[in-house]
């Protein structure tokens, strides 16, 4: 595929993994394993494409109110896409409230953003995150223009283009300082059924954009 022109940093909510689980009889647990294959295949994709930075939604502190057979899946779902990509090219960084409890003990060290392989594109994966755990020490600054220095997800850049799965229209809190200009794309298919042509179908959406910022 070719394109006049492409998001440099590409925003990932890949929602749905629960009702995919019970379309199929499944219970709503088992629904986040089968959530990793396709952010790997997406991941691949963005490597190909030369796309500069990319930022997974993996789980919110707001998620971790689900009963605990499903945060004890999701976090696990979490660690293996992690260790995956760990395994791969890239400079690798998780942006979340480390200190709580839920925080996978293992994805501890990528805290700080680390260089595997031959390094190159940037994955950004948000795990434990919350929006106003993010903004609040920015907040603290007193001064807006400075704020993206000072807040804990600053060193993520701003977002060109967010792709939800699952046919939700919202945000749900994904990275609000970086996304305040994002162009927004909603695939109504469930994430689990991760298709390359819809990634693509983005990406031709995105080319027909007005990217003014405002301007």
């Not at 595929?1 to 749905?16: A, Q, V």
């Not at 979490?78 to 998780?94: N, P, Q, T």
Request: charged share 30%; net charge positive; proline share 4%.
């Amino acid at each position: 595929m070719e394109f006049k022109r492409l998001p440099k940093h590409i925003g990932i909510i890949p929602d749905g993994n629960r009702r995919w689980a019970q379309a199929r009889g499944l219970d709503k647990k088992d629904g986040y394993r089968f959530g990793i294959e396709p952010g790997f295949q997406l991941y691949q994709m963005c490597l190909e494409l030369g796309i500069e930075e990319i930022t997974f939604y993996g789980f919110t502190k707001d998620n971790t109110k689900r009963p605990s057979e499903q945060t004890k899946e999701f976090r696990k779902a979490c660690v293996e896409s992690v260790m995956g990509l760990a395994e791969k090219d890239g400079e690798l960084l998780i942006v979340g409230d480390k200190e709580s409890k839920l925080f996978p003990e293992e994805l501890k060290p990528f805290t700080k953003r680390t260089k595997f392989g031959k390094g190159g594109i940037k994955i950004n994966f948000l795990v434990n995150y919350g929006w106003e755990w993010d903004i609040c020490k920015g907040c603290k600054e007193g001064d807006s223009s400075k704020m993206q220095k000072h807040i804990q997800s600053s060193d993520i850049s701003r977002i060109d283009l967010i792709i939800r799965w699952g046919g939700r229209r919202r945000l749900s809190g994904f990275l609000p300082v970086q996304s305040v200009y994002a162009d927004f794309y909603v695939i109504d298919d469930l994430w689990p059924d991760f298709k390359k042509e819809q990634f693509y179908d983005a990406l031709k959406w995105y080319e027909h954009q007005d990217i003014t910022l405002g301007g």
